[in-house]
């Protein structure tokens, strides 16, 4: 089991950045494989990033090059870097964890992940 805690998320103007911050406790973050999601109202939740306890890394395609994923094992800590925001990144986002479920094919499928933090607000608006 492990719990997460995601922090980092405001209000931001299109073109500024954020840093998510997701704090993992109860168990070694290095086991699982990390995602991060996004969520909108009346919208289903869609994969964001991941990256895989081997390292493997994945991004939707509407991030990449804006958007960068970290792990740090030694701090079980996961953060995600918001660069270059758009008003369309506005969601609420979701830290994950998946123990072995997740593959290269469905890293973006939330079904996948046994853990979930609480989200963390992301308004990019002027």
């Known amino acids: 089991q492990v719990a997460l805690v995601e922090s980092g998320g405001g209000l931001v103007q299109p073109g500024g950045s954020l840093r998510l911050s997701c704090a993992a406790s109860?168990?070694?973050?290095?086991?699982?494989?990390i995602g991060w999601f996004r969520q909108v109202p009346g919208k289903e939740r869609e994969g964001v990033s991941a990256?895989?306890?081997?390292?493997?890394?994945y991004y939707e395609d509407s991030v990449k090059g804006r958007f960068a994923m970290t792990r740090v094992n030694s701090e079980n800590m996961s953060y995600l870097q918001l660069n270059t925001l758009k008003p369309e990144d506005t969601a609420v986002y979701y830290c994950?964890?998946?123990?072995?479920?997740?593959?290269?094919?469905?890293?973006?499928?939330?079904?996948?992940?046994?853990?979930w933090g609480q989200g963390a607000q992301v308004t990019v608006s002027s």
């Open positions: 994950a964890a998946s123990g072995g479920l997740v593959g290269a094919g469905t890293w973006y499928y939330p079904e996948f992940y046994n853990f």
């Open positions: 990256i895989f306890a081997d390292g493997r890394t």
């Open positions: 109860g168990s070694s973050l290095s086991y699982y494989d």
